[in-house]
């Protein structure tokens, strides 16, 4: 799976849109861009996954480069229990290697009253 | 609650001996994981099942550990002659074996090894 670079930490005013931003230059054709969450004393949880066309769901937007090479989490309006740790994973959904998760540090996303 | 389940939900042992986690994934969920997640860092893939067969293991999974699932439901984590560095979060992950299906994730079993 390719690597990818986070920011270690952001902070983000409650009610205000948080912009996750993430590098995975050296991502292949196959491999999806995943986001979890991790708040504190938790396990990870799901947050959104997309290839190219950039996704929206019901927690948060994904915006994905016409390259590919970047992608940006957006939480609308982030309120204190948005509080976490957020990793972009970048992992291929075919062949042998589409059943693990390679976490790296993420970023610990602190949102402010 | 429909979610995935592990117990104990915190574990302090000395070094030495034995200890045995349980994951109980989503009924319908045919994929199960084992990640270990130390402190300031991601969780760590160590093992994972595809009903009753467990198809990779990590170089992290050493002899001292063994993961079974023996009718393709819970799945068992045991830890043999505990080491402090085995002081860690394990958790257990579930998913349906499917493309692009989200893993989801139990609240893990944090062990203390003194």
Redesign the interface.
Known sequence: DAKTTQPPSMDCAEGRAANLPCNHSTISGNE?V?WYRQIH??????II?GLKNNETNEMASLIITEDRKSSTLILPHATLRDTA?Y?CIVRA??GGS?????????TLLTVNP | DTGVSQDPRHKITKRGQNVTFRCDPISEHNRLYWYRQTLGQGPEFLTYFQNEAQLEKSRLLSDRFSAERPKGSFSTLEIQRTEQGDSAMYLCASSLASLGNEQFFGPGTRLTVL
């Open positions: 999806y995943y004393s938790q396990g990870p949880q799901y996954h740790v990793y959904d075919s589409n059943y693990k998760l390679t976490f790296g540090k993420g």
